[in-house]
Structures are given as C-alpha cells and as structure tokens.
C-alpha cells in the first residue's frame, strides 16, 4: 500500500513538474511573438510586393522564391523545393455585366469562376431563370431552362453560428452549378457570391465542368447586385442578362512546394509538419487567404529557433502551391512523403483566416484525439478552448491515409468570408495581434506534440 502511495506520489509530482514546465514554455512563446513578432511584415511584403499568387502566374513563382529565401535568411537547417504542375488559368480582361429591362441596363459586378471558359467575345446575352436549389432546377426540366441563363441564388444560412458550416451549405452552386446548368441546355450560369456580407464585391473560387456537358462560362454575382436582380426579376420576368468574361485555361504550368525544416535530436525520421497555401485568388492579395497561414508556418518554426528550442523530431514548414484550383500541391507533398519512406506523425494546417485564436480540429485516432484534448488546460488560458474533432485541411488531407494526424488551426469565423476569394482579402484588412496569437497558438501545439509525441 505505501508503494502504491509512493507511486502516486511520483506520478502526482512529475505531471505537476512537467506541467510547470510546459507552462513556462508556451509563455515564452507567447511573450516573444507578441514582442518581437515578425509574420506581419513578412506578409507585407508577400501582399504588397509581390500580390496576387494564382497557380501558374508570375506572383506565385515570385512567392516560391521569396518564402525560400526567408526560410534560409532564418537559417532553418534546409530549405528545398519540391516541383508541382500545376493548372494556369487566367481571367484576362476585366468582366462587364448588366441586366436590361426594356432599354433600361443596370451595371452589376461579376467575377468569373476560376475554371470557366469565355464567353464569346461580344458576350452572352439571354433571359434568367433563378433558382435556389439543384433540385429546383431540376424541376423545371429542358423546356423552361434551354437557352437561358441560370441564376443561382441561394444564400448562405445566417443562423449558422459556424460560418464554415453556412459555406458548406452553398458553395455546390459555384462548383456544380454550371454543370446542372448545361445538363438542360442552359447557356450561361450566374452564381450568388458565396459569403455572409452583402456588399458590391464578387467572390470568385474554383468551379468544375462535369464530363461531356457543354462548357458554358459561368461568374459569381456580388450579394447586393444578386438582390436586386432577383427583385427585378419579380417584377420583369422577361428582363435579359448580359455579361461578358476573357478567361481562358493554358498548358499546365511548372511550379513548386517550398519546405524548410529543422532536423530533430532524437528522433529526425519522425516529422511534425505546419503549412499554409501560397496561391491566392488573382483578384486580390490572398492576405487571409492564405497568405496568413503560409506566414504563420514559418514564424511558428523560427519561434522554437529563436528560444532555443531543440526538438526531438523534424518540423517542417510546408508552403503548398495550387490549393485553390487543384490541390496539387498537397497531393504532391503526401506522394512524395510515400515515396520517400518518411513518417510523418502530424500535420497542422492554417487556412481559415488570420483571426482570433479559438482551438484546433483534429483527426486520428481516438486516443490520439484524447491526448491532444488533455492538453486543453495548458491551451485554454490563451482562448484556445474549441480543441475536439473537426477538420484538418485540405493541403494535410492526402496524408491522412498515411496515418498521419490531422490538426486544422481554427480561428475566429465570423469575418473570413467578408473577404474570402474577394478583391478586398487585402494586408489591410489583417491584424497584427490576432495574427500573432494564431502563429503562437500553432507555435504551442508544435512544441507538445514534439515533446509528447502522439
């Protein structure tokens, strides 16, 4: 019995000791980001010098080599790229678009879908049928919907307190609507812009064409410009739509993942990887989008460095290139990990926005699940209190067949759609102090899944 006690004893006293010790780290790490924090700036730079980073265009070459010369200027132990193809869409000149009721025209702001095809080069103009749903489409059949243009335009649920959960609501219409469109002989495809704020700003993002339907081109509509069509339309059921879009699709492009490490003393062949998406939307900076993310990664890396910090294993962060209209990056990252034997043991990913820290998703096991959770009392002090189940991210999700853990950063929601795929997902609209937390909130969980493993 008093072995038993003694035992206790021991166990009670190193928790405690590791505890006190892990507490004074993740304050460390906190207490320097927030002082000598250097993510703003270098995404300054990535915003204002270089700008919109689109797979394929000059911006997203000149990003790959500014975030591998800032990984070797922080002297991580090795920086290298790994070569990616990928998708080079361009939207080519500014689209125009107006409703005519009569003579009357009303301009409205359009984007085209990243993907779509032209329209010819006079432009498209035909009589809108709206619509909220697939199946409503489906309804009407052929004889309604041939030679029109569908408009779709169901919103984005405001009762979701989850915004991500409202965006997963809507976002079939961007990426299948023109599909559904084609299938029944429409001509053109309209899409709601998919985001909570209703503004004059178009959202653009990824769409697709099924196989063996007609390509038909396709943009997304800002909110207040979709409201006001579907007013008129109401009133004018007759009224015509005109727009006109330049994009085009050219040869797949050369490009890359940038990957900067530093190696582990006791176990290198065990890798924690933090990454972001270094493409972003051609109409804007991609500051939130993900451009916060990417910067982040790095700064979360260089904090270990900078407090001395020597982990176990290698932590690498990942700069993947063609989320947005591809994934290729990602996919590219996981096959070559295969290929090379690596094992990696967890990913973390940052691509929801540079705001306030409020947790991570996770996926694993559910005792890998577990462990994390058990962190929560060391991460709670810091507002990281959603730490449970959830989503990794779309860059990390090839690994997961690998056996890797999955952890997506989460911050706030509430904001990221303001701005997300649209011209004003500018540096501006990040802050400083939010950003910081998130890299340091990545920074933390870092340094206990090395310490701890999982």
Not at 24 to 51: F, P, T
Not at 181 to 187: C, H, P, S, T
Not at 292 to 305: H, M
Not at 332 to 357: M, R, V
Request: proline residues 4%.
């Amino acid at each position: 019995m008093k072995k038993f006690i003694f035992f206790l004893l021991l166990v009670s006293t190193t928790t405690f000791a590791q505890t006190s010790e892990d507490s004074l780290m993740i304050r460390k790490i906190y207490d320097e980001v927030l002082s000598n924090g250097q993510a703003y700036e270098w995404l300054r730079y990535l915003c204002k010098q270089i700008g919109p980073r689109l797979s394929g265009s000059i911006g997203a070459q000149k990003a790959v080599v500014y975030t591998k010369e800032l990984m070797e200027k922080e002297k991580f132990d090795r920086v290298f790229l790994q070569d990616v193809k990928v998708p080079h869409w361009v939207r080519g000149a500014k689209e125009e678009a107006y409703f005519k009721v009569g003579k009357e025209k009303t301009k409205v702001p359009i984007a085209a879908l990243g993907g779509s095809v032209a329209t010819a080069p006079k432009g498209l103009e035909a009589e809108v049928i709206e619509v909220k749903s697939f199946q409503q489409l489906r309804e009407l059949g052929k004889e309604k919907v041939k030679g029109k243009i569908v408009f779709f335009n169901r919103p984005m649920d405001p009762t979701k307190i989850n915004t991500f959960e409202a965006y997963g609501g809507a976002v079939d219409q961007r990426a299948n609507g023109a599909t559904e469109a084609a299938n029944l002989g429409a001509v053109g495809a309209i899409v709601r812009s998919v985001t909570t704020r209703q503004d004059d700003v178009p959202h653009s993002g990824s769409m697709r064409y099924g196989t063996g339907v007609p390509l038909i081109p396709t943009a997304a509509i800002s909110t207040n410009a979709a409201n006001l069509l579907s007013q008129k339309l109401k009133e004018h059921p007759n009224l015509t739509f005109y727009f006109r879009q330049n994009c085009e699709t050219l040869p797949d492009a050369d490009s890359h993942n940038v990957v900067g490490e530093i190696k582990g003393r006791e176990k290198p062949d065990e890798i924690i990887v933090v990454g972001g998406h270094l493409d972003s939307w051609d109409i804007a900076e991609g500051a939130h989008d993900d451009g916060a993310g990417c910067v982040q990664s790095i700064e979360a890396v260089r904090l270990l460095k900078v407090l001395g910090y020597q982990p176990k294993r290698t932590i690498r962060a990942v700069m993947f290139m063609n989320e947005e209209n591809g994934l290729r990056g990602g996919i590219k990252y996981a096959d070559l990990a295969k290929q090379n034997n690596e094992k990696h043991i967890a990913a973390i990913e940052s691509d929801n926005g540079g705001f306030t820290p409020r947790g991570f998703g996770i996926v694993g096991k559910a005792d890998q699940k577990a462990k994390i959770i058990g962190w929560r009392p060391l991460l709670a002090p810091y507002g990281l209190h959603e730490i449970g189940p959830g989503g990794g991210g779309a860059d990390i999700g090839p690994l997961a067949q690998q056996g890797t853990v999955l952890l997506g950063y989460k911050p706030d929601t509430q904001r990221y759609f303001d701005y997300h795929h649209a011209a004003n997902d500018n540096f501006e609209n990040v802050s400083k102090r939010e950003l910081d937390l998130g890299t340091a909130s990545m920074a933390v969980l870092i340094y206990l899944l090395d310490k701890y493993g999982i």
